[in-house]
């Protein structure tokens, strides 16, 4: 009796163990999540307030950009999600096409969204963890006397290559989440036709 007690009792302790070592484990991904957020985020700010400070050409600023912006954002996931069931069976020359307009579509998205902000501030304020590796970051730009504090959030997953943004939500919309309903109905009304999108796309960035 006494030697099953213990065996319970070594078995409890074994669990608790665990479990702090999981809380634990979960707590400084969420940390990591948040400092890449705050560190990659910032210097793409940083990089679009240079450019309007005449610190940066337009051909460097693009460089820089598309480079920051690989660092920070999985587009090639985005690029999956966006395009929901209608991924499966697509003939592989129009997905590849449609992966490459929409590359570009994105960056363009990212440089807009977040050159509002060029000469701000951006603040983590915390984050949310939705299962391991998922998370959800939240953060505001400060305005700096500029204007209004603006809350930014950043859903950032870890994976084999580390952190990725794939969706950021900007006033109350998640950017993926709306380009896939808009690029989904448009594949939907050309009865499944990849193409279809990717014109659309290449018009919007003209």
């Known amino acids: 009796m006494l030697h099953l007690i213990r065996l319970s009792t070594i078995s409890l302790v074994a669990a608790f163990a665990v479990l702090a070592f999981t809380q ?3 707590a400084q991904d969420a940390g ?3 400092a890449f957020v705050q560190r990659e985020a910032q210097q793409v700010i ?7 400070q005449g610190e940066l050409d337009e051909e460097t600023l693009k460089r820089n950009f598309r480079e920051r912006v690989d660092i920070l954002a999985d587009v090639p996931r985005i690029t999956n999600f966006v395009l929901g069931r209608y991924r499966r069976g697509a003939d592989e020359a129009e997905l590849e096409e449609f ?3 929409f590359r570009e ?3 363009n998205v990212y440089e807009r969204e977040l050159g509002n902000y060029a ?3 951006l603040e983590v304020t915390g984050s949310v963890t939705r299962a391991p590796g998922d998370f959800i970051v939240r953060s505001t ?3 700096n006397g500029a204007g209004e504090d603006v809350p930014v959030n950043w859903r950032v997953l870890s994976g084999d290559e580390g952190m990725k943004v794939v969706d950021a939500e900007v006033l109350g919309v998640w950017l993926a989440q ?3 309903e808009e690029i989904t109905s448009i594949i939907g009304n050309a009865r499944g036709d990849i193409s279809a999108a990717t014109r659309a796309l290449r018009q919007r960035m003209q």
């Open 24 to 26: 634990l484990s979960h």
């Open 32 to 34: 990591e999540a948040e």
């Open 46 to 52: 940083d990089a679009l307030q240079a450019y309007n």
């Open 99 to 101: 992966r490459g307009v």
């Open 105 to 107: 579509f994105a960056i």
């Open 119 to 121: 000469g701000q501030t």
């Open 141 to 143: 730009v400060r305005a």
């Open 178 to 180: 709306t380009q896939r």
